[in-house]
């Protein structure tokens, strides 16, 4: 099994500025089979990056992944009040598809 | 528009069983993979296995394969989670998300099932 995982635990930045979220697994996600989903309180998750760099559709571009291999990032180039959040890695290369314990990004 | 519609919340005793139907709209069923998710409260998020709606394949998690059983009824464009003798630790909501080859990331989300469960 693939364990992912985030840090930091907690972010805590101020609106407009960037944020960089870190995804590390413990073996290499083949063919980078890396997702993000941001999640808000009370509501499913929804994807925000696939094939760790490609953005969902109507994802804005100030949301951007990259990495490969077993280190993966997202970053958020210009903070929104709407993008604070929790965030989530997966990885979907190999079962059992395993998520990372997530990242809460909160007004500082 | 894509849209996958969870039954509603539902309280269990431990040791009972619980069925979550996620029925889809929008597209074309059988060509997506079904996957179900779980959240306990205040938890992240906990694969549980995916269900392949063309053929019935199906992949479990080891922690709940010898109590899930995943399945898929095409005439309705629904799929369905079973989950057996529950433990207070099932407490979570479920949320069922559409995969587009069991090899991608999920696209699309239902909303989520609450399931609780207490004596």
């Known amino acids: 099994e693939i364990v992912l995982t985030q840090s930091p635990g907690t972010l805590s930045l101020s609106p407009g500025e960037r944020a960089t979220l870190s995804c590390r697994a413990s073996q290499s996600v083949s063919s980078s089979y890396i997702a993000w989903y941001q999640q808000k309180p009370g509501q499913a998750p929804g994807l925000l990056i696939y094939g760790a760099s490609y953005r969902a559709t109507d994802i804005p571009d100030r949301f951007s992944g990259s990495g490969s291999g077993t280190d993966f990032t997202l970053t958020i180039s210009r903070l929104q009040p709407e993008d604070f959040a929790v965030y989530y890695c997966q990885q979907y290369g190999s079962s059992p598809r395993t998520f990372g314990q997530g990242t809460k990004l909160e007004i500082k | 528009q894509v849209q996958l519609v969870q039954s509603g919340g539902e309280v269990k005793k431990p040791g009972t069983s619980v069925r979550v139907s996620c029925k889809t709209s929008g597209y074309t069923f059988t060509s997506y993979v079904i996957t179900w998710v779980r959240q306990a409260p205040g938890q992240g998020l906990e694969w549980m296995g995916w269900?392949?709606?063309?053929?019935?394949?199906?992949d479990y998690a080891q922690n709940v394969q010898d109590r899930v059983t995943m399945s898929a009824d095409t005439s309705t464009s629904t799929a369905y989670m079973e989950l057996r003798s529950l433990t207070y630790d099932d407490t979570a909501v479920y949320y069922c998300g559409r995969d587009p080859s069991g090899y991608d990331a999920l696209d699309i989300w239902g909303q989520g099932t609450m399931v609780s469960v207490s004596s």
């Open positions: 269900i392949n709606t063309y053929n019935g394949n199906t």
